[in-house]
């Protein structure tokens, strides 16, 4: 058994080495079942973790496998002191897949999130009671999916026979389109309707659907008159929601509504060491620092800079020092990029479409004046390290979900306009050489 268990820390590395972005510290704790005929069984501490191998890690692991033997060798995932059946396991499409490493005591609390944090918390413990509906709002990359993971996994491990549907709008959107094409309708009803959670995200993409918004208005209110539990979130606030219907809107204000907003710098220091924690990967203060005060936009980037220094100490076999993480996230860049200010993109954007900073500031509401001010908002969001409350305060006290709503759209416009998207390079040019 001690060569089996040698071999298997070969492999553990090898998969290490292929993937830095599904590598995990909990891979400490995989075991050998079994090892014969060419079938490598792997033992999980649960099935959470077992789905997440099989979805995101098998091929690594089975090319590791075959590496590391000189054989062809398949490999499969269970739950250790559970029996492996020798199919895997069938998923149905209404089957509950969570991310293992989205759980409450992996979340970092920070002023940007306690709200959040605390209602989900909440939420979890006493489901249908507390808030009902909870309303989390907020831009990519602040932890809503986090929230809503750790939500289905609190209630699950408080009642394991809890009924729970978590997907996202456009999957719930989709489905109730294809049990009308198939006379399912009534068993669509029935799936969500007597649910004791249903979580569903970015529920702004609900819009000018209105038998969707017909049907989901039903199976709120029946949900919520049974007491069971409803979340749901979304890039705006409800009131912010574009082309849905008022008694939506007003249903979804019933409870409470929390948001969030991108991490402090503290924050985003305890976010790194917390991410670097979780995939086994020793990184000093300095380091976690340094991370934190490079990016700063949401926590996915700090997530693809952790990536990056991992991908990199393995590929030139470096110990993970400031040095290395410098040169891995492009210190040289950082060094000679000037120190940009609000000030700066506004003088360059009323320079370049001729207008006024008054009528940025103003509410004028023109095309010729919108999206000047749309820019404006969208460079100092990419070029600063402002937040949406500070940018919308420079160019007229327009509240965060302004911003965030002006910068989605040029963000948008960038990828589908090329005459959008020279404008934008021209900008950000002149800027950076003023």
């Known amino acids: ?47 959470d973790k077992a789905q997440f191998l099989r979805d995101n890690c098998l091929a690594n692991f089975t090319k590791a496998a075959q590496g590391a033997t000189g054989h062809l060798v398949s490999v499969r995932f269970g ?49 249908g009671d507390t808030y009902n509906p909870l309303f989390l709002y907020g831009s990519v990359g602040l932890g809503k999916t986090h929230l809503q993971h750790a939500i289905c996994h609190g209630l699950r491990y408080k009642k394991p026979d809890a009924k729970i549907r978590f997907l996202s709008c456009e999957e719930f959107v989709n489905r109730f389109i294809n049990s009308i094409e198939h006379g399912k309708l009534s068993e669509f009803q029935n799936k969500f309707r007597t649910v004791d959670l249903l979580v569903i995200d970015d529920i702004q993409f609900l819009r000018e659907r209105e038998q969707s918004q017909e049907e989901f208005f039903h199976m709120f209110n029946a949900l919520y008159n049974n007491r069971k539990q409803i979340v749901l979130t979304a890039d705006c606030a409800p009131g912010e929601l574009p082309s849905l219907e008022d008694r939506l809107i007003s249903r979804f204000k019933w409870g409470l509504v929390a948001r969030l907003d991108a991490p402090s710098y503290e924050t985003r220091i305890a976010i790194v060491q917390k991410k670097a924690h979780l995939r086994g990967l020793d990184i000093s203060e300095e380091i976690a620092t340094y991370i934190a005060g490079k990016v700063h936009a949401n926590i996915r980037e700090l997530e693809g800079a952790l990536t990056i220094i991992y991908a990199t100490a393995k590929t030139s076999g470096e110990e993970i020092s400031l040095q290395m993480a410098k040169h891995a996230l492009g210190e040289q860049e950082v060094l000679t990029q000037k120190n940009i200010t609000i000030t700066e993109i506004i003088n360059a954007v009323t320079d370049y479409y001729d207008v006024r900073l008054s009528d940025l500031q103003s509410k004028k509401r023109s095309q010729s004046i ?34 965030m709503h002006a910068c989605g759209k ?16 021209e900008l950000t040019s002149s800027i950076r050489t003023v």
């Open 79 to 127: 739950v250790t002191g559970q029996k492996l059946s020798y199919a895997e396991p069938k998923l149905s499409q209404w089957s509950l897949k969570l991310h293992p490493d989205y759980t409450f005591e992996n979340f970092v609390v920070g002023p940007c999130n306690r709200l959040a944090h605390a209602s989900c918390v909440a939420v979890s413990h006493s489901p």
């Open 1 to 47: 058994m001690q060569d089996t268990t040698e071999l298997f820390l070969n492999i553990i590395e090898r998969v290490k080495g292929f993937d830095s972005v599904n590598t995990r510290k909990w891979f400490e704790d995989l075991v050998v079942l079994q090892f014969d005929g060419g079938m490598l069984e792997v033992g999980c501490p649960d099935q």
């Open 410 to 425: 040029i963000k948008d416009m960038s990828i589908d306009d090329q005459h959008m998207r020279k404008q934008l390079e």
């Open 370 to 403: 919108a999206l000047p001010r749309q820019i404006c908002m969208f460079l100092a969001r990419q070029m600063t390290r402002h937040s949406l409350e500070e940018i919308g305060g420079h160019l007229g006290g327009r509240d965060h979900t302004t911003v």
